[in-house]
């Protein structure tokens, strides 16, 4: 589906900054910032990225902080009267 149609179908931009355990040394935490169309409130395509992550990945999830906003409103989203071309 492309992006424009999954946003004609409710589908908003939406951020997460997940802070993950390295493997390595689990008393430092690292960032990672994903980003993807996604339906709020339930988000199931980032649900389906952190069910992929602690399957297979070795950093441990520490927290996850989700951001996500609209693109088209109706205000942003108009139909026009008229076609004029200037010579």
Do not use: C, N
């Not at 990672?32 to 339906?39: E, G």
């Not at 409130?41 to 520490?62: A, N, T």
């Amino acid at each position: 589906m492309a992006d424009f149609e999954k946003q004609l179908r409710d589908y908003r931009l939406t951020t997460a900054e997940i802070l993950y355990h390295m493997p390595d040394h689990p008393a430092l935490l690292q960032t990672y910032v994903w980003q993807d169309y996604d339906m709020a409130p339930r988000f199931p395509v980032l649900q389906q990225f952190l069910d992929f992550w602690e399957s297979s990945l070795d950093g441990r999830l520490h927290s996850v902080k989700v951001a996500s906003t609209e693109i088209i409103t109706p205000s942003d989203m108009r139909f026009t009267e008229a076609l004029k071309t200037l010579h």
